[in-house]
């Protein structure tokens, strides 16, 4: 009886080591992990990848891409997927650049509001007929992506002149600042934030809790689309004509930032605000130090592959892990 009661006692004793160490990988595994790869890099680029310029470079990749993170970020910790991001981006930018030709405000406001109804096309058909979230978005992306390619069939779609003038380094950090901030706040400071965290976890418990889940995810597609409608903003601010081929792979370069950064895939409450900055910017470091260590292309899709598999072996819940709501 002694002999099983010290054998019980070594196993808790071994769970709870394990879920500590478990504890803090996900914690800090991100933070370690992007200071790691920026350390490796410096010094397979001889310094080159913290160069001014290079980092100057890093951050205009950064500003739509982190941007965009904020809204799939909210929709992943419910446990959903959206594969429509790109496409949203460029039809969202494209209209941007028609109302730009009148007022700039307004056309601010279009895109964000063009946005918004794209997510909310999403967010109907993924909770009214509880398709789940990749195959409605994956289907989305292709129709949005469709109407981008036909609408730039005789050329790229320009934005205003007086557009170009607001492509500023300063003025592009504030704007996603802006984006972050207000989702900083609804996810830490609201019940909006918990609610999220909850559905995530458990759809069920969530609904006996109090919350709402179906009009939560609809209003997070919702979100998430107007978010991205904001980010085409900063989009045509830095390119100033938009082609069909606007914001393309960007809900997979979201995906791998946002797993690079810690998310769990499977969403609920091992979800980070910092899982958007430090996926992000690992993400752009990575893409831009590559070039320099494997000038050839498929080496360097080869590299990002095996370090994206390498993270979500370390990180993911095996034990949560369910299907893609």
Request: with cysteine.
């Amino acid at each position: 009886m002694t002999t099983q009661v010290a054998v019980k006692n070594i196993t808790e004793e071994q769970m709870a080591k394990r879920a500590k160490l478990k504890g803090i990988v996900s914690n800090f595994g991100p933070l370690f992990g992007f200071v790691g790869i920026v350390l490796l890099f410096s010094v397979l680029t001889g310094g080159k990848i913290v160069q001014p310029k290079n980092l100057s470079l890093m951050l205009s990749q950064v500003f739509v891409l982190m941007t965009c993170c904020c809204g799939v970020f909210l929709i992943m910790t419910v446990g959903g997927l959206d594969f429509s991001q790109g496409s949203v981006l460029g039809l969202s930018s494209i209209i941007f650049c028609w109302v730009s030709m009148y007022s700039i405000p307004l056309a601010i406001i279009a895109s964000v509001a063009s946005g918004a109804v794209m997510g909310a096309f999403n967010g109907f058909f993924h909770v009214r007929f509880k398709i789940a979230s990749f195959i409605v978005t994956m289907c989305s992306q292709y129709f949005f992506r469709g109407l981008c390619k036909y609408i730039t069939t005789a050329g790229p779609v320009p934005a205003s002149y007086n557009v170009l003038s607001l492509d500023q380094t300063w003025f592009k950090f504030v704007l996603m600042g802006i984006v972050l901030v207000v989702v900083f706040f609804l996810w830490h400071y609201t019940r909006l934030g918990v609610d999220l965290r909850a559905i995530g976890a458990g759809e069920t418990a969530a609904r006996f809790s109090g919350c709402k889940p179906d009009l939560t995810k609809f209003m997070v597609y919702v979100s998430a689309g107007a978010i991205t409608g904001f980010a085409s903003f900063i989009n045509v601010v830095h390119v100033g004509a938009i082609t069909g081929t606007a914001g393309r792979q960007l809900e997979t370069q979201i995906l791998i930032a946002l797993v690079l950064g810690g998310m769990p895939i499977s969403g609920g409450a091992r979800a980070r605000f910092s899982n958007i900055i430090l996926g992000t910017l690992t993400y752009c470091v990575l893409e831009k130090s590559l070039p320099m260590v494997f000038p050839v292309a498929a080496t360097q899709q080869l590299v990002k592959g095996i370090i994206f598999l390498i993270v979500v072996a370390l990180t993911i819940d095996h034990e949560s892990l369910k299907v893609i709501k």
